[in-house]
Nanobody, 124 residues
Framework: VQLQASGGGLVQPGGSLRLSCAVS????????VAWFRRAPGKDREFVAG????????LYTDSVKGRFAISRDSAKNTVYLQMNNLKPEDTAVYSC??????????????????WGQGTQVTVSS
């Protein structure tokens, strides 16, 4: 499976960005796709995940109410809509797939396929 992340950029505090993760090469019905981020000097952090069926999603506490994860099965794409961005959201964001998931896992070791990262910078 291949994942291609895009949509990062520079935005002012309070602004919005939408990240996209295009997924190809696998039957996705049992998959989970998640977004992780890594800020300078910090460990990789789970941000949000969604079952490909669309019936379940999970968020880390710091983004609840500001970020929304969704998927378009026709386009094989998972989106991360990020609103009310804060400087502490600055990081490299990567998408990853867990291809035979019973539930959404937050540990990066559960994910076997990764896309390249996209930089998100929140600064005035």
């Amino acid at each position: 499976v291949q994942l291609q992340a895009s949509g990062g950029g520079l935005v002012q505090p309070g602004g919005s960005l939408r990240l996209s993760c295009a997924v190809s090469g696998h039957a996705f019905s049992r998959s989970v796709v998640a977004w992780f981020r890594r800020a300078p000097g910090k460990d990789r952090e789970f941000v949000a995940g969604i079952k490909w069926t669309g019936d379940s999603s999970l968020y880390t506490d710091s983004v609840k109410g500001r970020f929304a994860i969704s998927r378009d099965s026709a386009k094989n794409t998972v989106y991360l809509q990020m609103n009310n961005l804060k400087p502490e959201d600055t990081a490299v964001y990567s998408c990853a797939a867990d291809l035979a998931a019973a539930r959404i896992m937050t540990h990066p070791g559960a994910y076997t396929s990764w896309g390249q990262g996209t930089q998100v910078t929140v600064s005035s």
